[in-house]
C-alpha cells in the first residue's frame, strides 16, 4: 500500500502541472484517495484513482502534442508568408480545417485538414473564385508544391520529418473552389492533393 501510495504522490505531482475539467477531476479524486488513512479496503479505490489519472494524463499529452504539431507547421507556414494568425491553430483543432492565403496570391489559398491528433495533414490549393484561368490554377498548384518542399526542409531544419505519404501531379485534379469571408473559415471534407505525416522531436508521430 505504501508503494502504491507513493506512484500516487508522483502522479499527482504531474497532474498539479497541468490543467483542465478531466485532470482537475482526477487530481481531487486521487488526493482525496492519498488523504486517506490507508485501510485496506481503500487499496481498490486507490488503484482505480491511479488508472483514472494516467488515463487523463495520457489524454493530455496525446491532445499537446497534437497542438504542438499543428503550431509547427503553421509556425512554418508563416515563415513563407502565409497569413497566420492568433486563433488558427484553435480554430484548426475545433473544425479540423483550415484555410491559409498568402499576400499577392489573387484568388487562390492553401487549405489544411487533418484528424485529432494531427499525426497526418492533408493539403491541397484551392481557389477562392474570381478571376481564374487553367493557367493560373497551374501556377497556384506549382507555387504551393515549390512552398511544401520549403516547408518540409524548414521543419527537418529544427527537428520535425514530414513524410509524403500521397502526392497528386499537378493539374491532376481540378481545383476546389472555396467561398470564404476570412482565412479560417471551413469548407466540405477535402480530396487531399497532398498527404502527409509529421514525426520528431516537436511533432512525434
Do not use: N
Amino acid at each position: 500500500m505504501a508503494g502504491a501510495k507513493d506512484e500516487a504522490v508522483g502522479v499527482l505531482a504531474e497532474l498539479a502541472q497541468v490543467e483542465g475539467d478531466e485532470i482537475t477531476a482526477s487530481r481531487d479524486s486521487l488526493s482525496a484517495v492519498i488523504a486517506s488513512h490507508g485501510a485496506s479496503s481503500d487499496s481498490k479505490a486507490l488503484a482505480h484513482a491511479l488508472q483514472t489519472a494516467r488515463t487523463a494524463l495520457d489524454h493530455y499529452a496525446k491532445l499537446a502534442a497534437a497542438r504542438s504539431r499543428r503550431a509547427v507547421v503553421l509556425e512554418g507556414l508563416a515563415k513563407l508568408g502565409y497569413s497566420v494568425t492568433e486563433g488558427m491553430e484553435t480554430a484548426w483543432t475545433e473544425s479540423g480545417r483550415l484555410v491559409l492565403q498568402k499576400p499577392g496570391l489573387h484568388g487562390y489559398a492553401v487549405e489544411l485538414a487533418g484528424p485529432g491528433d494531427a499525426q497526418r495533414l492533408q493539403v491541397r490549393t484551392v481557389a477562392l473564385g474570381g478571376d481564374r484561368s487553367a493557367a493560373r490554377d497551374l501556377d497556384a498548384e506549382h507555387l504551393w508544391c515549390g512552398d511544401f518542399e520549403k516547408l518540409k526542409d524548414g521543419l527537418a531544419f529544427e527537428g520535425t520529418k514530414m513524410i509524403v505519404e500521397r502526392a497528386m501531379g499537378v493539374g491532376t485534379v481540378p481545383l476546389k473552389v472555396v467561398q470564404l469571408a476570412d482565412s479560417t473559415e471551413v469548407q466540405g471534407r477535402p480530396t487531399a492533393s497532398r498527404a502527409a505525416a509529421a514525426s520528431g522531436t516537436k511533432s512525434a508521430r
